[in-house]
């Protein structure tokens, strides 16, 4: 299994789907991926509590569980990193102890505030966020842990301001930038501007539909793509229509005949069944 900062030291877009759970680790270690994104937004919405709401042990506690089922690389959605400089050395030591393999530290106020998801952000002085980089630097005992320095200050003040805070957290010594935009236009500027390694999210709908392909991204310096919520949209979509068919006493549609005891035993098999059976047969057929 290739640690994260060699793949991304390649000239490859590794992309990182949204994982919040052991199956879904394992689902995506089944896909192919080469890593995978714990996303504090997502985590937020399955705990029905918001990203601002989370605190690091729950994130942490997340990350033991997979990581004892799938050894991919786990990418920490840090939010504001849970504090001022001086507790981001607990942040970091929390999160080697969990086993991650980069934490992505942005320049939101703390404590969070929930209207970030409807597009509205309260950032921190740059000032301040370079310290806090700093920080996260001196308190790394794992050098194979990657520092991702991010901002939303496109959303506040515009793309120039964004590249130029982007520019600032990269002389900090950041491992990685990632200048939050969406827009293809804006993400080329970045790429332009900016030195690789550099992170994105991966578009909702897929790279199949987007103006820029994987390769065009990677050609740009972005070497980390997260999914930050695709499956978990489809994972909400599919048990919402199966409670609904369940107590209208419809047939799920997305399951068909015999559908759900076979994606019952596609899950076993995910989960390693078989050789949890050859193991307790094998040690406790005398007892």
Known sequence: MQKL???????????APVALNPIMARLAEDAGF?????????????KCVTEANLTLPELAEVAVDMRAVCKLPIVLDAGGGWG???????????????????????????????EHHVGIDHLVPTEFMLEKIKAAIAARTDPDLLIIARTNARRTDGIDAAIRRSEAF????????????????EMRMVGERLPPPLMMFAPPDGFGTYALS???????????AASSGTAFAAMYKAVRQSYECLAQGRMDPFLGPGGADKAMKAAQDTCGLDRLLEIERRTMKDA
Not at 5 to 15: P, R
Not at 34 to 44: D, E, M, P, T, V
């Open 5 to 15: 900062n060699a793949l991304i030291a390649g000239n490859e877009l590794v992309v």
């Open 84 to 114: 001022d400089p001086v507790h981001v050395h607990r942040t970091i030591a929390l999160s080697e102890a969990a086993g991650f393999a980069a934490i992505e530290i942005e320049d939101q106020l703390l404590p969070r505030r929930v």
């Open 214 to 224: 994987r390769r065009d991204c990677a050609g740009l310096g972005y070497r980390l």
């Open 34 to 46: 080469k890593a995978i994104y714990l996303s504090g937004g997502s985590l937020g919405w399955l």
């Open 170 to 185: 990269h002389k900090a010594g950041a491992d990685m930038i990632f200048c939050f935009t969406r827009d293809p236009q």
